[in-house]
């Protein structure tokens, strides 16, 4: 099946440092890919849709400003967390969907965990 | 989206089939049934998907009642690797939702040796 990865797998920053993590579509080309967090103990939270070549579609709540992201390429988006702040410690999930699959089945990263001290 | 309802826990014994339960009244005719399962400390991975019909793979079976207002996920013979959190999510299979997905709260199944 298709792999996606992401790096770092973790990360420890200081509060009010900026944290970007990459997810790399490996063997496919992934004109849109997905942002999610999870807390602990609680599901996935979807932040934002990226697609390649333009601006990233953020969901209700979600603040584009703190959270950026770029798809500069087919095969990767960032992440970046600015001014990090401990409530932002969370499991950061990617996925990318195949072009042209009309079941839009996903594929997932292995997510990168993050800790804002 | 439309919501699914699942339940928060379930348990199975070690090489015995589990059927993991999935409410969606409110589907809708586009909407397809995916399941995804998330091991402890890793992204989900999907299991398995269906729109109308039943469906089988390596991994599992996909019941979808005749309304399709719910569907069972099966596992034919738990293994301690199959213990997650399984994931039902209604995907609409139009072009205006961009392919996203929309976790629900997962049925978290244990399996015992």
């Known amino acids: 099946g298709a792999v996606v990865s992401q790096h770092p797998s973790w990360v420890i920053c200081k509060s009010g440092t900026s944290v970007k993590i990459e997810c790399r579509s490996l063997?496919?080309?992934?004109?849109?890919m997905f942002w999610y967090r999870q807390f602990p103990k609680q599901s996935l939270m979807l932040m934002a849709t990226?697609?390649?070549?333009?601006?990233?579609?953020?969901e209700q709540g979600v603040e584009k400003d703190k959270f950026l992201i770029n798809h500069a390429s087919l095969t990767l988006s960032t992440l970046t967390v600015t001014s990090a702040h401990p409530e932002d410690s969370s499991f950061y999930i990617c996925?990318?969907?195949?072009?042209?699959?009309?079941?839009?089945?996903?594929?997932f990263g292995p997510g990168t965990r993050l800790t804002v001290t | 989206d439309a919501k699914t309802t699942q339940p928060n826990s379930m348990e199975s014994n070690e090489e015995e089939p589990v059927h993991l339960p999935c409410n969606h009244s409110?589907?809708?005719?586009?909407?397809?049934i995916h399941w995804y399962r998330q091991l402890p400390s890793q992204g989900p991975e999907y299991v398995i998907h269906?729109?109308?019909s039943n469906v089988n793979n390596r991994m599992a079976s996909l019941a979808i009642a005749e309304d399709r207002k719910s569907s069972t996920l099966i596992l034919h013979r738990a293994t301690l690797r199959d213990a997650a959190v399984y994931y039902c999510?209604?995907?609409?299979?139009?072009?205006?939702?961009?392919?996203?997905?929309?976790f629900g709260q997962g049925t978290e199944l244990s399996v015992k040796p």
């Open positions: 996925s990318a969907r195949i072009p042209g699959s009309s079941s839009y089945e996903q594929y």
């Open positions: 063997d496919f080309q992934a004109t849109t």
């Open positions: 990226s697609n390649e070549g333009s601006k990233a579609t953020y």
């Open positions: 409110t589907i809708s005719g586009t909407d397809y």
């Open positions: 269906g729109l109308t």
């Open positions: 999510i209604l995907r609409d299979g139009g072009y205006n939702q961009g392919g996203k997905l929309i």
